[in-house]
């Protein structure tokens, strides 16, 4: 039901900032709960911030205070603005829409990523 696509990845040194954009097509993108996972090279995929179909937002530690997740329902599109990177953050970033129907069942959805590299 939904389509994502995620943009903004690149090479950035330490300390410096990006912003990541998913946009999503298919499906009705103000349902939809929002978020933001990365997954380093030998490393299992971990959660980086949520953001609800009513704009509430969440962050895991290691990001709190460095990065911010907002939604423009307008647009379609849920953003990551990524400031005072570290090298930890080197990973490739993936796009989530997930909602519950009506009958309990969850359903996910999951962009293709895009290379965030933070390094001198």
């Known amino acids: 039901q939904v389509q994502l696509v995620e943009s903004g990845g690149g090479l950035v040194q330490p300390g410096g900032s990006l912003r990541l954009s998913c946009v999503a097509s298919g499906s009705i993108f103000s349902l939809y709960d929002m978020g933001w996972y990365r997954q380093a090279p030998g490393k299992q995929r971990e959660l980086v911030a949520t953001i609800t179909s009513d704009g509430s937002t969440n962050y895991v530690d290691f990001v709190k205070g460095r990065f911010t997740i907002s939604r423009d329902n307008a647009k379609t599109t849920m953003y990551l603005q990524m400031n005072s990177l570290k090298p930890e953050d080197t990973a490739v970033y993936c796009c989530?829409?997930?909602?519950?129907?009506?009958?309990?069942?969850?359903?996910?959805?999951w962009g293709q990523g895009t290379q965030v590299t933070v390094s001198s």
């Open positions: 989530n829409a997930n909602r519950v129907n009506r009958r309990g069942s969850r359903y996910d959805y």
